[in-house]
């Protein structure tokens, strides 16, 4: 017989590859882009996909639907729509609607699709959350190819290994992490953004770059005022090294799946959650990071981590990016906005599961993780942004 007690173990090991593929009008009829990555699962299979693409995208292309189809149609029986696209509510409001993923769930259903078709998810950071949280879930992972379509999702949240819904009122409480089989970023759609959308994802830019890599800082920094206007040639550039920076470290840091506290593509990122919670999500994810990082980089400066002359630096390429540093808060309805604020700090404490750790910098590029925030630090910060940009 056995022993009461005893224990087996093997390991398993598999390496994932986490690409991304850079393109321009990827549902021209002759780009072969998205073709190159909806490979049979067996040799000599046809392949078949379901799409489900963000309504917005008509408003800023008109005929965007039409030419998903037409570009399938040119694919003749190798590559083939299972069904016709499924266009879905572009924004925030999409990821609160359980009746949406069951939607996408019914259409992925409906067309008999299987763990050898795909599923290409086009469209901003979270209609590309909601599709692929349907896709993980249904038949226990369908492949997802991402397209991205803002700034924000090609730059950061949609080149990533994370999915989710929001549920119980509670941002991405449902959701998922898995590497995407391939994603493409077409950058001539960000073209079709309008100016608060383009501009959110030059902050996580900042952000990645001030984490990791001093070089990208400063390449940010040189180009500021042209990238204030969107020069084309400078914010693709931005965005593509921004998507590579958060992808790079996704996959050589060490925890893809986020199963220790350190959150270093978080930075800024605990007043910002709770910022865009308390005004309802009027202030965008960008918006509010832009405001968090002031917050952590005044600390940073109070406490000596920072030197002064290096806050005051960051600051200004934020500013002069256009970004509003208090602003937003003015949008908190209700009168104790600093301290409800301030409470994010627990709560992003209970989401990473126990263990405070803070992400900041000694210099741009020089990241340190702390533990602990002095509470009458953060407060002075808070204070010192509303009397400087209030
Ligand atoms: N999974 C992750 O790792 C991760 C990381 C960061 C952010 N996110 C999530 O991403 C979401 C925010 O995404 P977002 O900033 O991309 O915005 P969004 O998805 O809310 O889209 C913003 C608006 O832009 C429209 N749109 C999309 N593409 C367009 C285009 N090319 N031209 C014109 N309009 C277009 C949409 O219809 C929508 O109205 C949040 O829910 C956030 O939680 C996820
Ligand atoms: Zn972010």
Same mark, same amino acid.
């Given at each position: 017989?056995?022993e009461s007690?005893?224990?087996l173990?093997?390991?398993?090991?598999?390496?994932?590859?986490?690409?991304?593929?850079?393109?321009?009008?990827?549902?021209?009829?002759?780009? +072969?882009?998205l073709a190159?990555?909806?490979?049979?699962r067996?040799?000599?299979?046809?392949?078949r996909a379901l799409?489900?693409?963000?309504?917005?995208?008509?408003?800023?292309?008109?005929?965007?639907?039409?030419?998903?189809?037409?570009?399938?149609?040119?694919?003749?029986?190798?590559?083939k729509?299972?069904? #016709?696209?499924?266009?879905?509510a572009?924004? #925030?409001?999409?990821?609160?609607?359980?009746?949406? +993923?069951? @939607?996408?769930?019914?259409a992925?259903?409906?067309?008999g699709l299987? @763990?050898?078709?795909?599923?290409?998810?086009?469209?901003?950071?979270?209609?590309?959350?909601?599709?692929?949280?349907?896709?993980a879930?249904a038949?226990r992972g369908i492949?997802?190819?991402?397209l991205?379509?803002?700034s924000l999702?090609?730059g950061?949240?949609?080149?990533?290994?994370?999915?989710?819904?929001?549920?119980?009122?509670?941002?991405?409480?449902?959701?998922?992490?898995?590497?995407?089989?391939?994603?493409?970023n077409?950058?001539?759609?960000?073209h079709?953004?309008?100016v608060? #959308? @383009?501009?959110?994802?030059l902050i #996580?830019a900042?952000?990645?770059?001030l984490?990791?890599?001093?070089?990208?800082?400063?390449f940010i920094?040189?180009?500021?005022?042209? +990238?204030?206007?969107?020069?084309?040639?400078?914010f693709?550039?931005?965005?593509r090294?921004?998507?590579?920076?958060?992808?790079?470290?996704?996959?050589?840091?060490?925890?893809?799946?986020?199963?220790?506290?350190?959150?270093?593509?978080?930075?800024?990122?605990?007043?910002?959650?709770?910022l865009e919670?308390?005004?309802?999500? =009027?202030?965008?994810?960008?918006e509010?990071?832009?405001?968090?990082?002031a917050?952590?980089l005044?600390?940073?400066?109070?406490?000596?981590l920072l030197?002064?002359?290096?806050?005051?630096r960051?600051?200004?390429?934020?500013?002069? &990016?256009?970004?509003? +540093?208090?602003a937003?808060?003015?949008?908190?309805?209700?009168?104790?906005?600093?301290?409800?604020?301030?409470?994010? &700090?627990?709560?992003?404490?209970?989401?990473?599961?126990?263990?405070?750790?803070?992400?900041?910098?000694?210099?741009p590029?020089? =990241?340190?993780?702390?533990?602990?925030?002095d509470?009458?630090?953060?407060?002075?910060?808070?204070?010192?942004?509303?009397?400087?940009y209030?």
């Open positions: 017989m056995a007690s005893h224990a173990s093997f390991p398993i090991t598999q390496t994932q590859e986490h690409r991304l593929l850079f393109t321009r009008g990827v549902f021209a009829p002759d780009n +072969l882009t190159s990555v909806l490979t049979p067996e040799p000599g299979e046809n392949v799409v489900f693409w963000d309504g917005g995208l008509e408003t800023a292309f008109p005929g965007f639907g039409a030419r998903i189809v037409a570009w399938f149609a040119a694919r003749g029986d190798t590559v729509l299972a069904a #016709e696209p499924v266009a879905l572009g924004g #925030e409001q999409v990821k609160n609607d359980f009746s949406q +993923l069951e @939607r996408i769930w019914t992925i259903n409906d067309s299987c @763990r050898h078709s795909y599923v290409i998810a086009v469209g901003g950071g979270a209609v590309l959350d909601l599709v692929g949280f349907a896709a879930t038949h492949p997802l190819v991402r991205p379509t803002t999702s090609q950061d949240g949609g080149v990533g290994v994370k999915n989710g819904i929001n549920f119980f009122g509670k941002k991405n409480w449902l959701g998922s992490f898995g590497v995407p089989h391939a994603i493409v077409d950058l001539s759609l960000l079709g953004l309008p608060r #959308e @383009r501009r959110v994802g #996580e900042v952000k990645v770059a984490i990791r890599d001093a070089k990208f800082f400063e920094e040189a180009r500021v005022d042209a +990238l204030a206007k969107f020069e084309p040639e400078p693709e550039a931005v965005i090294e921004s998507a590579r920076q958060h992808m790079e470290h996704i996959a050589t840091a060490g925890d893809p799946f986020e199963r220790g506290s350190a959150r270093p593509l978080d930075f800024g990122h605990w007043a910002a959650h709770k919670q308390l005004t309802e999500f =009027r202030v965008s994810h960008g509010a990071v832009a405001v968090g990082m917050i952590d005044i600390y940073a400066r109070r406490t000596g030197p002064e002359a290096e806050a005051e960051i600051l200004g390429v934020i500013q002069r &990016l256009g970004f509003e +540093l208090f937003p808060v003015k949008q908190i309805r209700g009168p104790s906005g600093r301290q409800d604020m301030l409470d994010g &700090l627990e709560e992003f404490r209970e989401h990473l599961g126990g263990r405070l750790t803070i992400p900041m910098i000694r210099a590029g020089v =990241r340190l993780d702390i533990h602990e925030m509470g009458p630090t953060v407060k002075a910060a808070f204070d010192e942004l509303r009397e400087r209030g």
